[in-house]
């Protein structure tokens, strides 16, 4: 599958290119190539949904970024799988907890449940590559993260990115950055 080449604008609203310091750096966007691979490289995402009654649900998840698309998993039952079968519109969250360094990104997409074998194969090869071969179980004992999707004991989403946003923090200048993909 091709590279996403989204729309890049710098939003200098919220941006320090509306009053820059003396001899700070230049406020610009950031590339969607520095983004991508911090979606590729980061441990900890937070997941966004809307329960049915319309109250916001967040949690932790690991995810993994391959061919364009952020996949990410829960327990069939799990709270998060019922609310993305109410509404399918979700935000994924990843960055530093830092003031002053870092970059934080926001991807909004829409969740679907993968199922084709294909797709859930090349996932859970992205998702070994980058954690490992094992997750813990609600138990404590260790299975096979393959082992729980193919099972069944796992629900794998995709989020294509509709929109993303990077919050830039460098050495006191921010800069906030909308990706919109097509």
Known sequence: MPAQHPRTELD?????ALNPRPGAQEVTATEWEHARRQLETA??????????DGRMHVTPVIAAW????????????????????????????????????GLDLVVEGTA?????PAVLEQAIAAYEAKYGPHITS???????????FR??????????????????????????TRWTFA
């Open 12 to 16: 200098t609203r919220y941006s320090s």
């Open 43 to 52: 441990e900890i995402f937070w997941l966004s949904t809307v329960r049915s």
């Open 66 to 101: 391959h061919d364009d698309v952020l996949y990410f998993s829960t327990g069939p039952n799990e709270q998060k799988a019922k609310n993305l079968a109410h509404q399918a519109h979700c935000a994924l969250t990843t960055g530093r907890n830092s003031l002053t360094d």
């Open 112 to 116: 679907a449940r993968v199922t084709e």
């Open 138 to 148: 609600p138990e404590g004992t260790f299975h096979g993260i393959g082992d729980a």
């Open 151 to 176: 099972k069944g004991d796992a629900a794998l989403f995709a989020v294509t990115p509709a929109t993303a946003y990077g919050f830039g923090r460098n050495d006191g200048v921010y800069s906030h």
